[in-house]
């Protein structure tokens, strides 16, 4: 066997998928088709390296989604915190000019803590349940019993008492902002 012709069969066993030289074909042309060959293997490999990496940039920004979603959800969540915060000191200011505090209040409060379920954990929206109730009581004493100035006495000091548990409460149950 010749030279030429062992290194054609050579080349012929280690590229399989090619076809091997017919007698009179010059070696270029078959170096040509090996290199195309590779050079397509290469750009599928490349294709295969940029499909992965925008699949891994699409992880990334779902997870920076992710992300700005739960810290948007906290941020809603804070701003409605504080606007039952702001409506349990509005009522704190109505209730501290005695049992005769508007009704518009009340029913504002009222609303506050219904909703304070939603968005405080338990114990504290129980807490805006019982100011409430003690509040209910209160105004509903002032409303079904005359007036005399023992029992109106009476009721402010029961308006009074609810304004410190209120202050009291707010101290400690005042939302964090968030950052």
Same mark, same amino acid.
């Given at each position: 066997m010749?030279?030429?012709?062992a290194?054609?069969?050579?080349?012929?066993?280690?590229f399989?998928p090619? %076809?091997?030289?017919? *007698?009179? #074909?010059?070696?270029?042309?078959?170096? @040509?088709n090996? @290199?195309?060959?590779?050079?397509?293997?290469? $750009?599928?490999?490349?294709?295969?390296?940029?499909?992965? =990496?925008?699949?891994?940039?699409? @992880?990334?920004?779902?997870?920076?989604? @992710? #992300? #700005?979603?739960?810290?948007q959800?906290?941020i $809603?969540? /804070?701003?409605?915190?504080?606007?039952?915060?702001?409506?349990?000191r509005?009522f704190?200011?109505?209730?501290? *000019?005695? %049992?005769?505090?508007?009704d518009?209040?009340? =029913?504002? /409060?009222?609303?506050?803590a219904?909703?304070?379920?939603?968005?405080? !954990?338990?114990?504290?929206?129980? #807490?805006?349940?019982?100011?409430?109730?003690?509040?209910?009581?209160?105004?509903?004493?002032?409303?079904?019993? %005359?007036?005399? +100035?023992?029992?109106?006495k009476?009721?402010?000091?029961?308006?009074? +008492?609810?304004?410190?548990i209120?202050?009291?409460?707010?101290?400690?149950?005042?939302?964090? !902002?968030?950052?």
């Open positions: 010749s030279g030429k012709r290194l054609k069969s050579l080349l012929a066993v280690l399989l090619f %076809p091997s030289l017919p *007698e009179g #074909e010059p070696l270029m042309s078959f170096v @040509v090996v @290199v195309i060959s590779i050079a397509a293997v290469a $750009a599928v490999i490349f294709s295969a390296y940029l499909t992965s =990496w925008f699949a891994h940039q699409a @992880v990334k920004e779902a997870k920076k989604a @992710v #992300e #700005e979603a739960k810290r959800n906290d $809603a969540r /804070f701003e409605k915190q504080l606007d039952l915060s702001d409506a349990l509005e704190r200011i109505a209730i501290s *000019e005695g %049992p005769d505090y508007p518009y209040a009340h =029913w504002n /409060f009222f609303r506050a219904q909703l304070s379920e939603f968005y405080f !954990p338990l114990e504290i929206s129980d #807490e805006y349940g019982d100011i409430y109730n003690h509040a209910h009581e209160t105004k509903g004493l002032a409303e079904m019993l %005359p007036l005399t +100035d023992e029992r109106n009476e009721l402010k000091q029961r308006c009074n +008492d609810l304004s410190e209120i202050r009291s409460y707010l101290k400690r149950a005042n939302p964090a !902002p968030v950052n």
